[in-house]
């Protein structure tokens, strides 16, 4: 069965720091791209970050413009944890962020994970 689980999540002031991690079982994870992705209330879910595979050279990161210099996602392939380093956090990062698995390039991804809350207070 694959798992990818979520943890890190929380309340922070606007400005603050948070790291979500994402641990991931069932399969190997190391030879195929992870993101995250977040929802909004009344929203619908949008990307975040994507971070492609590579055990030779730098994985390739993509952004979405809204956290572009804020946010960075890292991967550790001997623990298969993805990471999101999330900094100069605004109100309107707030919303259920979710791992995902297999992500291709139109965003589309094969595995998720249950979300974790992230709330940013003004």
């Known amino acids: 069965q694959v798992l990818l689980v979520e943890s890190g999540g929380g309340l922070v002031q606007a400005g603050g720091s948070l790291r979500l991690s994402c641990a991931c079982s069932g399969r190997d994870f190391s030879t195929i791209a992870m993101g995250w992705f977040r929802q909004a209330p009344g929203k619908e879910r949008e990307f975040v970050a994507r971070i492609s595979w590579s055990r030779w050279s730098d994985a390739i990161k993509y952004y979405a413009d809204s956290v572009k210099g804020r946010f960075t996602i890292s991967r550790d392939y001997a623990k298969n944890t993805v990471y999101l380093q999330m900094s100069s956090l605004k109100p309107e990062d707030t919303a259920v962020y979710y791992c995902?698995?297999?992500?291709?390039?139109?965003?589309?991804?094969?595995?998720w994970g249950q979300g974790t809350q992230v709330t940013v207070s003004s």
């Open positions: 995902a698995g297999d992500v291709r390039s139109d965003n589309s991804a094969q595995y």
